[in-house]
Nanobody, 129 residues
Framework: QVQLVESGGGLVQAGGSLRLSCAAS????????MGWFRQAPGKEREFVAH????????YYGDSVKGRFTISEDNAKNTMYLQMNSLEPEDTAVYYC??????????????????????WGQGTQVTVSS
């Protein structure tokens, strides 16, 4: 089964940028929708970004829309989350995940954690004001 490892988190000042990486092993991302979520202390896991299995559609949470971008380097079997104009409210542990079913479109429920069955260990992002 695929295993996911996030990296690229760290401490950054408000207004700065970070690029998170999600490296896969065990199998390719090909054919699977993928997503990013985050969880801040005391809060529920929050949807951040999703890319469809065909890589033709992307969706973003309202709080990050226009600032974050999900992408993939298929040759490196790695997914990325480019985060710009970071705010203190973005402070959280960020998780990447792959959807449960291959070649499946999640057009209405992509923001739900239950759509995804493989998760990385998370990487901490801290944004100071």
């Amino acid at each position: 089964q695929v295993q996911l490892v996030e990296s690229g988190g760290g401490l950054v000042q408000a207004g700065g940028s970070l690029r998170l990486s999600c490296a896969a092993s065990g199998r390719t991302f090909s054919g699977y929708a993928m997503g990013w979520f985050r969880q801040a202390p005391g809060k529920e896991r929050e949807f951040v970004a999703h890319v469809s299995w065909r890589r033709t559609s992307t969706y973003y949470g309202d709080s990050v829309k226009g600032r974050f971008t999900i992408s993939e380097d298929n040759a490196k079997n790695t997914m990325y989350l480019q985060m710009n104009s970071l705010e203190p409210e973005d402070t959280a542990v960020y998780y990447c995940a792959t959807a449960q079913q291959r070649f499946t479109t999640y057009s209405t429920n992509y923001y739900l954690p239950i759509v995804y069955n493989v998760w990385g260990q998370g990487t901490q992002v801290t944004v100071s004001s």
